[in-house]
């Protein structure tokens, strides 16, 4: 296999790659409930001569290579969209009211399609193993956790593993392959919700009720004194409240208010103070305004571990596939804000999430993604396929002893 050959071969899959990509836009599915995603991409590997199996709820993993001995590298695509509202203005926008893929997945399946349509023309040059792992339920933090419970890393046993995000909204070249450098990468992330309990009435007489808004509203300010004032400035710690509601009526005292948000941290110590101060807090200040409070954490991705010698393998692979077209990420040492739950699969083998320049900020791609008027620059494709399967069989060469 030649670099050069298979970029070239992999830009020729380009108009297909777009083809399947704006379809998946069009049809975006949230969660494990992908049904015709997971189809279109079932029928898609089998059209390429692999025979996929269903992995947990709804994941699919197929095998590139195996004919020659060598270990197994897993590359891997999320397949699910965002419950917002598209408002971008692209001729084939969602056509599901209330979904969209804002976050790029669409980019990523078409992408680790594309690699193992490449994979499949060189099989008999891969001394090893490719495994692609098609994974449901990134956006909730739940679709890697439940395929590797289901066996993914197994049979055979995973040995490596890597991933590309795109992303969109930086001032940085389309097309651009950015791999971070080793230590944590991505902040981990742990929902929460917040339920506050008063006593509901007229509006025209507060004094009879127990108003919760005005709990939650105190509680929500309180929160945010743990970052100014109990976290060491050097430690990376983020609280959003996302959603908060109360009430259906101007005139209307309810019985409960609602926050949710995210905790997002680059280390679990952190995180755990601050569900412990979170709790302390607003069933505190709850118990001052005369409410009960029941505070609830659920669906936590731990933070994104990039293996040192795997970060600098990627590099040094992808500058010869694209030249300085390929890039580490060093600019920046603090933990990116973001999460991602590849983190499970990193914390069980040595991994890499990598990042694909998919919109140019100088160029008119000012959104970035979770925003319903977010474009990412399909043309990039073909790159993203290439360096997924150029990087998976450089690996394996390296590492067939």
Request: with cysteine; glycine share 10%.
């Amino acid at each position: 296999m030649n670099a050069e050959i298979l970029l070239k071969e992999a830009e020729e899959l380009q108009p297909s790659l777009q083809e399947c990509r704006r379809d998946i836009h069009e049809h975006p599915e949230v969660g494990f409930d992908l049904a015709r995603t997971k189809e279109k991409v079932r029928a898609e590997l089998i059209r390429l001569g692999y025979e996929p199996k269903d992995c947990g709820k709804c994941g699919l993993v197929a095998l590139a290579g195996g004919k020659k001995p060598g270990k197994t590298i897993l590359i891997r695509a999320d397949m699910d969209a965002l419950p917002i509202k598209e408002e971008a203005d692209v001729e084939y926008a969602s056509r599901i009211e209330g979904k969209m893929h804002g976050c790029g997945h669409d980019m990523h399946t078409a992408m680790l399609l594309g690699a193992a349509a490449l994979l499949k023309k060189h099989e008999d040059e891969l001394e090893g193993t490719v495994k692609l792992m098609f994974q449901p339920a990134e956006e909730i933090f739940q679709g890697s956790e439940d395929m590797i419970k289901a066996g993914v890393l197994e049979n055979p046993v995973v040995d490596a593993a890597y991933m590309i995000h795109v992303v969109a909204g930086m001032p940085v070249p389309a097309g651009c392959l950015m791999v971070p450098p080793g230590g944590t990468g991505m902040a981990g992330c742990q929902q929460y919700k917040i339920i506050v309990k008063g006593k509901g009435g007229h509006g025209a007489r507060p004094e009879v009720a127990i108003d919760p808004i005005t709990a939650a509203a105190h509680i929500h300010i309180a929160l945010q004194e743990i970052n100014s004032r109990e976290l060491n400035p050097a430690e990376f710690g983020v609280f959003t409240t996302g959603l908060f509601k109360g009430g259906e009526a101007s005139n209307i005292i309810p019985d409960t208010a609602e926050m949710r948000g995210t905790i997002r941290t680059g280390n679990v110590e952190t995180n755990e103070y601050i569900k412990k101060r979170m709790e302390e807090i607003a069933v505190g200040v709850g118990h001052a305004f005369r409410c009960e409070v029941e505070v609830e954490f659920f669906d936590f991705c731990p933070p994104m571990l990039a293996d040192d010698e795997l970060s600098i393998c990627a590099e040094k692979y992808g500058q010869q596939l694209l030249g300085q077209g390929c890039f580490v990420m060093k600019d920046n040492p603090k933990v990116g804000g973001g999460s991602e739950d590849f983190a499970f699969v990193a914390a069980e083998v040595p991994a890499v999430g990598m990042f694909l320049s998919a919109g140019n900020s100088n160029e008119g791609y000012i959104y970035s993604q979770h925003h319903p008027m977010v474009r990412f620059d399909d043309s990039v494709l073909y790159r993203g396929s290439a360096s997924l399967a150029w990087l998976s069989y450089r690996w394996l060469q390296d590492h067939h002893n």
